[in-house]
């Protein structure tokens, strides 16, 4: 990992709001990246569990106690020194050669954003898998297939100089911010998806909310977005 001083190619920016339960997952995966010249930037929610202390070893932290993950991720690119923004959750763990991935990726000046599949951080049952893979996958791949490109805040690297350009995330809208950003970004090059450059992400929503509502709140924000271009703002945390 790049020192604090020093210019890095990558800036690693995450949102975090009482993550000390799961923020060591990620950790632990960005020590083994293989991709080494890269910095963290922990944007905190004003925790009150020791996720600050714990991001404080890893990385900077800055603190940001205004509503909505798109408005975490702005400040924490607003912080940012790299080329390369690579957003990611503090549930997340990532593979160890992701941000290598996207780092020769960007080699090719014509793409603008990337994104790639998510698998299930914790043990869960098939057809939980299954979903994960035909949402993040498969339903992924045929967006950008027809021109609608959709990215995951879990799972997204964006050109500093586009991100800026494309004035970041939308700060009004508390969900589907992502898929919002995407649709803008398109504008300035190719937005790609990486089949291999995947992450482990918790499923604690799922299985708080269940299967069926899970679906059902994703179905319908898509429709409200695509139709009104707002989104759902009834997202309560699950911790």
Known sequence: MKSRNRVPEISVIIPALNEAKYIMHLFSSLEAQTFRDFEVIVVDGDSTDGTRRLASKMGKVVIEKGKGVGR???TGARAAKGNI????????ALSNDLLRKYHDLFRDK???AATGPLT???DVTPFIRFGYRFASFYLAKLALTIGQPSI???????RRKEFERARGFDE?????EDLDLAKRLKRFGRVVFLNDAHVA?????IK??????????NAGNVLRYNLYHRSKSDYEPIR
């Open 85 to 92: 923004i690579f957003f990611t959750n503090a549930d997340t």
């Open 201 to 205: 992400t918790s499923s604690r929503r």
């Open 152 to 158: 995951s805040g879990s799972n997204f690297a964006v």
């Open 72 to 74: 975490a991720r702005n």
């Open 120 to 122: 299930p951080l914790e």
């Open 172 to 176: 009004s809208l508390i969900t589907y």
């Open 208 to 217: 708080a909310w269940g299967v069926t509502r899970y679906i059902l709140f």
């Open 110 to 112: 014509s793409i603008v």
